[in-house]
């Protein structure tokens, strides 16, 4: 049990959580920002970054003050605190991107970790490699011994109240990254970043990054708070989220500015292409993009910083707001329309719906149904798995449409589209109380007609009748041959429904509130 | 020719022009943005609705003023815009909801006009009869009548350089919608507001209100400027747009605001549900939605309200900027996951492909495919339709995957889901330059078939061999039977794939800048 990491609330495998970092004094709530600090070039002032954008955490390289001798004087002087002019927590990476961009650096996981816990850092990080994608088998293993060392080595540092990162590395081997996860779990040190994802980001590999971090994830303690090291773009925190993780650090707020880049939810915009800015911040609100593109240098970038940092934050609580209201994966299927490699990472996602479906919490506020990946979701992979255990007994209407007034049948159980047949019992409970479109796509019929084949395998002595509006032959394929087929009106009249029981479902002001 | 309306550019049928109003001597910027002023209740002063929010116009109700003695005064002496403080365009309703509302009202078209006329509206409305939906088709023609000769009174007022409503009425009867449009568009009246939606908004029915608007823009020509009346939720702003609409008017901002309702682009929530505000907008940076909660209601309503104007007008913004970066679209699929019944509306969108492809832009920067949905988007029903004037002769390869070495073919054109068949010439021309997921879903693959199918009908004598990465069953069964189906690695060695044509769909990094 890590005891500086509470669960507070949960949705699909992301949460809410509290992060308690004893040496600065403060707890961060997670999910987290963390804005890059280059110690170097202050884009924004860290007091400002805690008092407008509300960052309780940043993140800063303790190699390049170790390496610059009046930055190493003063951090060990007045403590990097202090020098930054910042009272939240502030974590420190060791140089292993330097490591990994250079090929050497000049300092042991002892010595850095030994140079964190002197300058006053809360977060400290041992010196991993961070193996990049597509390397061989053999490498990425070699590397990830190292690592591991790293991880022992940093265990027998004494560090006091500082807490030590565990970074979790395997390159895109899904099974070393679950060791990974596991070994570092193992350790006493208390924060996983998931490392090297970043060339998967930069390369638009979501699909990947997705199974990377759910590699990490299964070796991982569900208690371990997690880190997308390197992840500051907004467009895919969603996802990220979702998936478990727990912090995110940028220095794309600033490094984009510099180059006149403009972060949106839904992608990258250059400010020479905007002519309106897609943003209600009060950047886009003062300025047109014709406005700042007339700023200098200077100015334009602390503008575009600012609106990068404030679409982040924002982001960041959508996603909070999400996973409160439990609609997180609802935000995930509007943000893997941003782009078509988002749209594999969502599609990566749901093939580790199975995994997903082990946190998931039983019971949200609704579950809208809005595309096809809609019926690929874990919450309908629990139903099936739910129907494989209930019983039915004699002969079986299950409708989509109504409740026979014959006693032909001995129960009548309603069918909706994703989820197939359920008992009266259970159509008040989630996700069975879906918001389902009135044009039901072929996804949804056939996964309701996989839900029919679940409870017929479970009752193979039950008569079963399916009453349905016009399934698509590529469903009805997968209802079980021993089902009777019946068009929905097709029930002789005093069998004819005489109510629609999907009422709930088709009933547009019900249960989402008001839109 | 509607001279006061400009085009300036377009995406799907929605564009961005200029509406010129003369009396006001400005030019309103489309898709635009009015909010209603109750002058009664004056929420956001209307100078600060211009200055720090952008509104170029606003609306509100001639009635109102017209039957209370105070403001009738005031207006006729001092003119609506010394009245509001307002400098932009002002738009007058006419009294026909509360005619809708309550069964009768106290003025005639003639006597409302010239009063508004006389107060110095700039664009002003006759008293049509909004019908509300699923009314009988005899009411909705009969009313459809009145409101017609509402339209043929209004050109007889003498309003000099006042612009005057055309509305667009017909209930749930698209064609009638559709001949109201074009009885409309025949007067010399000026803007055209697609009315009594509102119903239909409230209950959710988005596929509805796409078939009322898809049947006004039939009868209306291209060159008339369409409100889409009483629609003010920044949620529908970039579906009702891509179907063509250009005008909006917000009443919801300062309503919901009153109701501590506030706004979102994924829809309501009510402040009492939200423990972060998932917005960026300057109200949303200073503050939490508790603190929120503790103002005063005075203060409260102000917050909100500034918040919900905020979020409509970025939206407003998001949208114009999607006409000029020519992906309206891309935005449209986002929104429609923001609700099943906006999956209805973009679905029923699309049924509507064929008369949106006569407008939508032959090229723009790129196409994303990003669900299930994009399969069935105007570009590809259009390169359909051009693969049946294409000419292929002898023997065709078509194949998903490589150039054959071997002399056996005359011609090898690529394949690409959702798209279908191009020969080379095409490859670099939109939308063949499309990105597209690697996943690849069966409706991209049906409608690939779908080209096949195409450009083997336009060439009877052709013989066609497919090379393909294992289609499922749904689309070979749409694949002619002349077509040889040859598995993509299944061609002899010299015929082999040496490359991979397919490559720039594949590369992410190429053609949407950096993400």
Not at 65 to 93: R, V
Not at 127 to 134: A, C, E, L, Q
Not at 201 to 223: E, I
Request: aromatic share 6%; hydrophobic share 35%; net charge negative.
């Amino acid at each position: 049990m890590r005891d500086h990491f509470e669960i507070r609330d949960g949705d699909v495998a992301g949460r809410i959580g509290e992060l308690t970092v004893p040496r600065a004094g403060v707890t961060v709530e997670t999910p987290a920002l963390l804005p890059v600090v280059n110690p170097n070039i202050i884009t924004v002032a860290p007091d400002r970054l805690e008092s407008e954008f509300g960052a309780q955490i940043l993140i800063t390289n303790s190699y390049i003050i170790h390496k610059n001798e009046d930055l190493h004087e003063e951090a060990l002087e007045k403590g990097l605190h202090e020098m930054l002019g910042f009272d939240g927590a502030i974590m420190t990476d060791s140089g292993s991107f330097q490591l990994a961009e250079y090929g050497e650096i000049e300092v042991t996981t002892e010595e850095i970790l030994q140079f964190q816990y002197d300058i006053g850092t809360d977060i400290g990080t041992p010196v991993d490699i961070p193996t990049p994608p597509d390397v061989s088998r053999e490498q990425a293993e070699e590397e990830l011994a190292v690592t591991e060392r790293a991880l022992r080595d940093a265990e027998n540092v004494e560090t006091g109240e500082m807490l030590v990162n565990a970074p979790v590395q395997g390159s895109t081997y899904p099974d070393l990254r679950e060791r990974a996860g596991r070994t570092a779990y193992e350790t006493d040190l208390d924060v996983f970043p998931v490392g090297a994802v970043v060339p998967l980001m930069n390369a638009y590999r979501y699909d990947d990054m997705v199974d990377a971090v759910a590699g990490a994830k299964r070796g991982l303690g569900r208690d371990a708070p997690v880190h997308l090291f390197g992840a500051g773009h907004p467009m895919m925190f969603a996802l990220a989220v979702a998936m478990g993780c727990d912090l995110f650090d940028s220095a794309a707020y600033a490094l984009y500015a510099r180059d006149d880049r403009y972060l949106t939810v839904r992608g990258t915009e250059h400010l020479d292409e905007l002519e309106y800015f897609p943003c209600s911040c009060a950047v886009c609100s003062a300025y047109s993009p014709a406005e700042i593109r007339q700023e200098n240098a200077r100015e334009r970038e602390r503008l575009l910083a600012e609106h990068n940092l404030h679409v982040s934050f924002a982001e960041l609580r959508r996603v909070k707001q999400a996973i409160r209201s439990g609609n997180l994966l609802e935000l995930v299927e509007e943000r893997a329309r941003s782009h078509p490699t988002m749209l594999d990472g969502y599609r990566a996602m749901l093939d580790h719906a199975d995994q997903l479906e082990r946190e998931d919490p039983v019971s949200k506020g609704s579950f809208f149904y809005v595309s096809n990946e809609s019926a690929s979701r874990p919450e309908v992979q629990r139903h099936h798995d739910r129907l494989s255990r209930l019983d039915a007994e004699g002969t079986v209407l299950l409708t989509q449409g109504g409740t026979p007034k014959s006693d032909r049948f001995d129960a009548t159980w309603r069918v909706v589209p994703p989820f197939g047949p359920f008992p009266r019992a259970l159509s008040e409970t989630y996700p069975l109380t879906a918001e389902v479109p009135d044009r039901t796509d072929d996804d949804a019929y056939a996964m309701a007609a996989e839900g029919v084949a679940r409870l017929v395998a479970a009752n193979p002595d039950t008569e079963f009748v399916l009453a349905h509006d016009g399934w698509p032959e590529t469903a009805l394929a997968r209802v079980p041959d021993s089902v009777t087929l019946e068009p929905l009106h097709g029930l002789s009249p005093d069998e004819a429904p005489d109510e629609r029981v999907d009422s709930e479902a088709d009933d547009a002001d019900d249960g989402h509130g008001d839109v």
